[in-house]
């Protein structure tokens, strides 16, 4: 996702002795306010932060080194690429004994493993075998993997065997192995942003690898604008941002098919596989863009529905008033349609809306 800040203006006035007055306000409401932005690296990707604070002399050193703590201890516990993480240590626990974790770790999952029975397994966390024998992952092989090797990997994976309770994950199956990427950068998102709430800031932007969250107004006094990627390709490829949507609250995540690849001697493929089949989706739809009241929600919800056709996503939403989506589809003549669910806004799309 793209961040964009807009400013626009208008004014009138009614009465030449109230020009002073009116330009002292006018200019006070257009200069930019102060922005504390802090920027980095985690979960494998880049984060955004961007504070408006109300007072002055914030030290902006101690706020870095206070979110920075938040994010390695997330990148400690949910990290498949660090093989001393929580997350590396439950893959390698080969038993269907519990075992006990981290309230952070233990809360993904839980959140993870509701939003599998809400999407009838389409959303699902078990599916590390699966991404790496495609090339994803931490150790990706270097072929395509055949339908016999599929096969083999499929009967342990499902999210109904794992068991969440009482503080520990419990494996029914002790080869099954976790990856919460489609969910952890939103679980991160999150947790900053509530801590920044915490710190008594009202004007919040967080972004973790195009995941966002934000509550109040930007340095230019308007409501966040947060702009949706247009895929590669297409008939209108000059054109990076292929929509707006404007937030004043809430979390945007988008989940698309078209930026994390792999080359598989010769053949491109996307990163979303379908936890059933056990093979890439092929889809006409480019991305999903998710709101919701939580960046976890919305981080999960937008990768489930990308396993989905628009007809089936769009039932799904409709049954679960917790999130909003908008689509961007493709057609087979190279022009491309955006979609929308019942209070979904969107804004200065490129694209015209499909009926």
Known sequence: MTVLNNLFFKYDFFH?????????????????KDQIEIRG???????????????????????EFEVDSILSALNKQMSTW?????????????STDPFPVS??????????????????????????????????????KSDLPDADEIESVLIHTGFEKIIAEKQSLQKLDPLTKLDLNAIAKGY????????????GYNDIFVEIGGE??????????????IGIENPTGGNK????????????????ATSGNYRNIVDLNGEILGHIIHPKTGYPIQTNVLSVTVLANSCILA?????????????????????????????????????????????AKVEDSIYAFKQ
């Open 103 to 140: 309230s952070s770790f233990f809360k993904v999952v839980e959140n993870a493993l509701s939003i599998s029975e809400r999407t009838n397994g389409l959303f699902d966390i078990s599916v590390y075998e699966l991404l790496e024998i495609w090339g994803f992952g931490p150790n990706p």
């Open 299 to 343: 981080d999960a919800w937008a990768t489930a529905l990308m396993v989905m056709d628009y007809k089936s996503g769009l039932a799904n939403v409709d049954e679960n008033p917790e999130v909003r989506a908008i689509w961007m589809l493709d057609n087979s003549d190279g022009t491309r349609h955006v979609a929308r669910s019942e209070g």
């Open 41 to 63: 690296l985690t979960m494998g990707t880049t984060f955004t932060i961007k504070i408006i604070p109300s007072e002055k002399n914030v030290n902006v050193r101690l706020l």
């Open 237 to 252: 490829p000059d054109r990076p941002v292929a929509a707006i949507v404007y937030a004043d609250g809430g979390a945007v």
């Open 188 to 199: 991160g998102v999150d947790e900053v942003f509530n801590f920044l709430e915490s710190k």
């Open 16 to 32: 030449a002795r109230l020009m002073l007055v009116f330009l002292f306000i006018w200019a006070s409401c257009s200069l930019p």
């Open 212 to 225: 966002i969250k934000c509550s109040g107004r930007n340095q230019r006094n308007k409501s966040w604008s």
């Open 82 to 94: 660090d093989p001393h993480s929580e997350i590396s240590q439950f893959n390698a626990h080969f």
